[in-house]
């Protein structure tokens, strides 16, 4: 019984756990969105350069939620 309480309580932590760090990661991509968006209203650069601009601040975004 005690065995089976123990293992309910590190299961939901677990399933919270990786909630927190799922909701993490979507905060930091909007936010990355967002980013990108400022800088294309005011760069208004071309498409390859858009999508080079995406992945850097998207994964600036995902490191910082990392080290979060």
Do not use: R, W
């Amino acid at each position: 019984m005690v065995i089976l309480v123990i293992k309910t309580i590190l299961d939901t932590e677990i399933i919270h756990l990786l909630g927190i760090f799922i909701a993490l990661i979507l905060v930091s991509f909007l936010l990355g969105m967002k980013i990108f968006h400022i800088f294309h209203n005011l760069l208004k650069i071309p498409y390859i350069q858009e999508y080079i601009l995406t992945l850097t601040i998207a994964d600036l975004s995902l490191a910082a939620c990392l080290i979060i």
